[in-house]
């Protein structure tokens, strides 16, 4: 479990578990495997009307949750079942201690709850002398290893059957095969008489039902049942989150659930409790049943605004399914108790920041996580500000101050990048690469070729490259992005003679700046306010649209500009309306063909920039664009799976970009592909980095700069 460190000291954590062959061959399996298992899974859905169901039905939850508990603890209590509210996780821990006391148990059984992960109740109970023993075999798993679980709903992903059937061996005294049937098997006769000896059984819940006073549990063993049914004792444990109105109301969540999580149609056990079972063996032939409500913050968080839609989650796990962070490092360094992009919001609020500060500053912001999610969260727009309240508290380091302070300062900014371009000489060699890598980067950043600063912006060469459109269809202001402006103006360029070609009256505001991601990526969220608010008044001009060549600048401009600035500031929804990523101004406004281009049909594969697929929905475009174009379209399996660039992710976590590198490129080059095009110059500057580091064998280039290539003389 991760517990307060400097970025340092994680960094070298995330080293061991990159260097981890097996967690990383495990990972990879399931990352590959898990698209096309859900994807089968939902095959005939609607799964953006089941996701807002989920949300709908959600979200009245959350806004009643004081009268949900008061119906369900009147259903339940008539139903003969004790309901009890804990405010913290200590007390939980203490009402369940109290019940095994009263009841005179020893022994105790579990079913999977990551609700008792985060009150640690096996280390409070077994402070009393008390057995507990976990029946979820992933869990039992990790228990006997004495280690948290590494995925909510498969705790033991990262362990092979090696090292599971050494364990078995240990614990039985008996060399076990590393069969997998075999070692379920040991598990069952070891688990078998702990059901039979127990005194108390302990439950989560998946959902509470108010109108009945029924909860529910989603398994794929039938452990939960046995746990819930035999001992004498039953003491479920279930946030307040997970109450809801109606048995309607918890099928919404059911029918997203294990298909999200694992792929499967329906899980194997969705069991239902309405009250104590008799039982012949309790106090005047009755089971005793109770329910421990855990608060823990969730109440508060009910109240804010922004962070109530993280009590929607439904813990299918998904958002560590589809992480690119994930695969490289595993669930023990991709979160505390929770996993995954939702672990690392749970942890901040439930386990404090000392323990969140560094995790937060992990998301590389691809936005994987948003995409698939259940419930509808905005994970990525959450990480982020959680990584600036903490900043708030603790205070900003000074280079991120300092790069804020350049940033706010237009002027300042350019003139800083000008004067580095000069500085870079004795680095470059003459090339349009930093050859000769300062020693303290060196170590860590030499995975990449990275990009010299151009000997002459975009914007000082603007006014001769212009061209003259005698009748413009659209009249558009170009958002370049700092990237594109100094380091490869050549992209711009290309744009600019596509864009002539089909008669665009381009102007390029002199004002305009860094879109400010980078300021949001280092948790500088003020600066970054200040920034898109002097990008608005830049492009105030009388424009058709915006465009811009940069995913994450689109993204970015439309998404983040009208959140940072309120959604009282109507220049900010105006700005970002006009706002179009390069391939889909070309496609859905002008609805370029392929009479504009040479056919010579090249071999061409895609990187689909996260911002671009995912932030903006803009995935057929480039596609289309590459055949209208005249090349040969070659998918890529992963063509939408993150480079590793992230921004400032890069320089952060070094480590972990370049496993993700290696991985494109290496899918990228499966495809005999003769250019690997993007929409994206922070993607270039990692693929092109890493290409040319490599010998890859194939181009990497913007798709501006392919298409300009076939344009008609």
């Not at 032939?285 to 009590?311: T, Y």
Request: net charge neutral; proline share 4%; glycine share 8%.
């Amino acid at each position: 479990m991760q517990h307060a460190k400097n970025l340092s000291e994680y960094n070298k954590e995330l080293r061991e578990a990159l260097d981890n062959t097996f967690l990383r061959g495990a990972m990879d399996k399931f990352a590959t495997a898990y698209p096309v298992g859900r994807a089968n899974a939902f095959s005939g859905y609607d799964i953006d009307s089941l996701v807002q169901e989920v949300v709908q039905s959600k979200d009245a939850a959350i806004g009643q949750l004081d009268t949900l508990y008061a119906d369900f603890k009147a259903k339940a209590e008539a139903n003969g079942v004790h309901v009890h509210l804990a405010k913290t996780g200590d007390e939980a821990n203490e009402i369940i201690a109290r019940i095994a006391k009263d009841n005179g148990c020893k022994k105790i059984v579990k079913s999977k709850s990551m609700t008792a992960e985060e009150t640690l109740l096996n280390h409070r109970l077994e402070e009393d002398g008390l057995e507990i023993t976990e029946t979820d075999l992933g869990e039992w798993i990790i228990q006997l290893r004495h280690e948290g679980p590494s995925h909510m709903v498969m705790p033991a992903i990262h362990l092979s059957r090696y090292q599971v059937a050494e364990l078995f061996s240990q614990v039985t005294q008996q060399d076990q095969s590393s069969d997998i049937q075999r070692l379920v098997k040991v598990a069952r006769r070891e688990l078998r008489q702990k059901y039979a000896d127990a005194d108390m059984g302990i439950s989560g819940a998946n959902f509470a039902i108010a109108e009945t006073g029924t909860i529910g549990i989603v398994t794929n063993e039938g452990n939960a049942r046995l746990v819930t049914t035999l001992p004498r004792v039953h003491v479920a444990l279930a946030g307040i989150e997970k109450l809801c109105s109606t048995l309607e109301d918890a099928l919404k969540s059911l029918r997203v659930l294990t298909k999200n999580a694992t792929g499967q149609a329906l899980t194997s056990y969705v069991t239902w409790i309405s009250g104590a079972n008799e039982c012949q063996t309790g106090p005047n032939g009755k089971k005793e049943m109770h329910i421990v409500f855990l608060d823990n913050g969730r109440s508060e968080l009910a109240k804010d605004p922004l962070f109530s839609q993280v009590l929607r989650c439904v813990r299918c796990g998904a958002c560590a399914n589809v992480c690119p962070v994930y695969r490289m490092v595993g669930g023990h360094q991709m979160g505390h108790i929770y996993i995954g992009a939702i672990g690392l919001i749970l942890t901040y609020f439930f386990h404090g920041k000392e323990k969140a500060k560094n995790l937060v500053q992990n998301c590389i912001n691809c936005e994987a996580c948003k995409h698939i999610c259940a419930a509808g969260i905005d994970l990525p727009r959450l990480i982020k500000e959680i990584h600036a309240r903490i900043l708030d508290e603790d205070g900003h380091p000074l280079p991120s101050l300092l790069l804020a302070k350049l940033m706010k300062n237009r002027k300042l900014f350019h003139s800083f990048l000008r004067m580095a371009q000069t500085a870079q000489r004795p680095l470059t060699g003459g090339t349009q690469y930093i050859r000769h890598l300062p020693q303290i980067f060196a170590k860590d950043h030499g995975f990449k070729a990275l990009p010299a600063i151009a000997a002459k912006p975009f914007r000082d060469r603007f006014a001769e490259l212009k061209p003259h459109v005698a009748a413009p269809r659209y009249r558009i202001a170009l958002f370049s992005g700092c990237v594109q402006d100094f380091v490869y103006p050549e992209q711009l360029e290309a744009a600019l003679k596509v864009l002539a070609a089909h008669d665009v009256d381009v102007d390029f505001p002199m004002d305009q700046s860094c879109c400010g991601l980078p300021l949001q990526m280092m948790g500088e969220k003020k600066a970054c306010a200040d920034v898109a608010s002097q990008n608005i008044a830049a492009m105030a001009g009388e424009y058709d649209y915006i465009i811009t060549l940069c995913a994450s600048c689109a993204s970015h401009l439309t998404h983040n500009y009208p959140f940072l600035l309120g959604e009282h500031d109507s220049s900010a929804k105006a700005f970002a309306a006009k706002v179009l990523p390069f391939s889909a101004f070309l496609v859905d406004v002008l609805g370029v063909d392929a009479d504009k281009f040479t056919q010579n049909h090249d071999r061409a594969t895609l990187h689909a920039p996260c911002h671009l697929c995912r932030g903006m929905g803009v995935v057929e475009q480039p596609r289309k664009l590459l055949t209208i174009g005249g090349y040969e379209y070659a998918p890529a399996d992963q063509e939408q799976v993150c480079c590793g660039f992230g921004g400032t992710y890069s320089a952060k976590f070094p480590g972990i970009s370049e496993e993700i590198l290696k991985h494109k490129l290496t899918d990228a080059g499966r495809t005999g592909a003769d250019v690997l095009v993007t929409e994206c110059p922070g993607c270039i500057m990692q693929l092109r980095g890493g290409a040319e580091k490599n010998k890859a064998g194939f181009e990497v280039r913007h798709i501006a700069e392919v298409l300009a290539d076939h344009l008609k003389k």
